[in-house]
């Protein structure tokens, strides 16, 4: 028989297209394209700074990926909040990550090489954790702009900010990292996000880690009797 929850989803994701910020999309999708071809004219090399603020452009409509104007009404349903969200981000990931590759080819672009790939897979998962955040935190229909100005924060100020403070030369460049090398950098980021991505579709009636902790049984100390040394 089929798996029930492969089943569900695909009967989730008409809906979630429909459900989808498209309109946003239509428009970001293009300017970014524009800022990445404005970045290759006259000889330049859109992958230092075009193409960083496309990608950001992109993380700013998957900020809206979590925005529901219907959450009071499928709160209760029987399909958990995590599923319908997995659907959601299927889709709008998918899209975003053509669009991505397909800025990659303009100018004088050949493909994206792995710190471009790097930062981008960083972008999408602090996208996706400030959107699952902010729509906990205030009412999904606003989540998104909540969102998109803590991505800015992680992407764009923190660097700056790091980069200040170590006195190194301040660049959103993906190979130029203001803390270590790239790989790792843009790893510890994915990594923080993917945290907090998690964190924020914990299941509120389950323990936390530090209740899990105390309440797992202890062994008891065995104790030698009188007058014996153990």
């Not at 429909?18 to 394209?33: E, K, M, N, S």
């Not at 900010?161 to 803390?179: C, E, F, G, H, K």
């Not at 270590?180 to 880690?209: K, Q």
């Amino acid at each position: 028989m089929p798996d029930n929850r492969a089943v569900t989803a695909r009967l989730l994701a008409r809906p979630s297209i429909r459900l989808g910020r498209w309109p946003a999309f239509l428009v970001i999708a293009p300017l970014a394209a524009a800022v990445v071809r404005q970045g290759g004219r006259d000889g330049g090399d859109p992958s230092t700074i075009a193409l960083p603020v496309a990608t950001t452009l992109l993380g700013t409509w998957l900020c809206l990926a979590f925005e529901d104007a219907a959450a009071h009404m499928t709160s209760p349903s029987p399909v958990t909040l995590t599923l319908r969200r997995i659907v959601r981000v299927t889709i709008a990931v998918t899209a975003a990550t053509l669009a991505w590759l397909a800025y990659t080819w303009i100018g004088p672009l050949d493909g994206p090489t792995v710190h471009m790939a790097a930062m981008y897979a960083a972008v999408t998962l602090v996208a996706l954790a400030c959107a699952a955040i902010s729509a906990q935190v205030i009412s999904s229909e606003r989540s998104g702009v909540v969102a998109a100005f803590g991505l800015v924060g992680a992407i764009v100020a923190l660097p700056f900010a790091l980069a200040l403070a170590l006195d190194r030369p301040i660049a959103i460049d993906p190979s130029r990292v203001p803390l270590g090398d790239p790989g790792s950098y843009w790893a510890s980021i994915a990594a923080v996000a993917v945290l907090a991505l998690v964190l924020a579709h914990r299941d509120p009636a389950l323990p936390g880690p530090i209740a899990w902790l105390r309440s797992r049984p202890r062994r008891p100390r065995h104790t030698s009797p009188a007058g014996e040394t153990p």
